[in-house]
C-alpha cells in the first residue's frame, strides 16, 4: 500500500512516500515556524520524486505531535484534506513514537526551556509528558532525540529526528482514529480577556 507520511511537530518538517515498508522518497526541510509555506511544496516534490500520483495513495500517516500549536494545525489539516481529496484513511501517530527505534526515551524541544518527552520498551511507557529537563526523572533506557539538551538531563543524547519509517511502525492496528492533536498546554498566543472600560 502506497502511504503519505507527514509531520509538522518539530522544526524539521518531514515528507515521505513508502509503498508497505519500504521509503520510495522523503524529506526532511528545516522549517521552524514556516510549515505552513513549505509543507505543499514539499509534499508535491517527493510525491514527483517517488513517482507516485496523489490518486494512487492508500492511506495518510500525520504526526499528532506533541509540538507547537500552529505548526501541528498545518500537518494535521493538510493531511486531513488529502486524505478527503483522495478519499483513504487517515491515521494520526504520536510524533515522538516516531523518532528512534527499540528501548528508549524520546525527548524534543518543547520551546520555553522544556522538552516534549515519552519512554519506550517495546510499546510506549504512559502518555508524552513535557517538563524542564533537569526536573525530569527518566527511566534508564537509552535517550534519543533533540541532543542540545544532553547537559540539562545529565545524559548523552543519541541525536535522532522523526522519520517516514518511524511514522509507518507507530501506525496502530484498526480504523483510523479520530485526529486529535497532542498540545499538552495552552497555546503562547491567548485572547485578552480583560476589558477596558469605555470612556467616552
Excluded: Q
Excluded at 501517530?93 to 526515551?105: F, I, K, Q
Excluded at 533533540?146 to 509507518?168: C, H, K, N, S
Aim: with cysteine.
Amino acid at each position: 500500500m502506497l502511504t503519505l507520511a507527514i509531520d509538522t511537530a518539530t522544526p524539521t518538517l518531514v515528507v515521505g512516500v513508502a509503498d508497505g515498508d519500504r521509503v520510495l522518497a522523503e524529506a526532511g526541510v528545516p522549517s521552524g515556524t514556516r510549515h505552513a509555506e513549505l509543507l505543499t511544496p514539499t509534499v508535491t516534490d517527493v510525491l514527483a520524486r517517488a513517482g507516485v500520483a496523489l490518486a494512487d495513495l492508500g492511506r495518510v500517516v500525520v504526526g499528532l505531535g506533541p509540538g507547537p500549536y500552529t505548526g501541528l494545525r498545518v500537518g494535521i489539516v493538510t493531511a486531513a484534506a488529502l486524505g478527503d481529496v483522495v478519499g483513504v484513511p487517515v491515521h494520526g501517530v504520536c510524533s515522538l513514537d516516531a523518532v528512534g527505534e527499540g528501548p528508549r526515551v524520546v525527548v524534543t524541544d518543547a520551546r520555553r526551556k522544556e522538552v516534549y518527552w515519552r519512554a519506550h520498551d517495546g510499546a510506549p511507557l504512559g502518555e508524552p509528558g513535557v517538563g524542564r529537563p533537569e526536573e525530569l526523572d527518566l527511566p534508564d533506557l537509552p535517550v534519543v532525540g533533540d541532543a542540545r539538551f544532553a547537559d540539562r538531563l545529565g545524559r548523552e543524547v543519541v541525536p535522532a529526528e522523526v522519520t517516514t519509517a518511524g511514522l509507518l511502525r507507530s501506525i496502530p492496528a484498526g480504523p483510523p482514529a479520530p485526529l486529535t492533536p497532542l498540545y499538552l498546554r495552552r497555546p503562547d498566543a491567548v485572547p485578552n480577556v480583560v476589558r477596558k472600560p469605555v470612556t467616552r
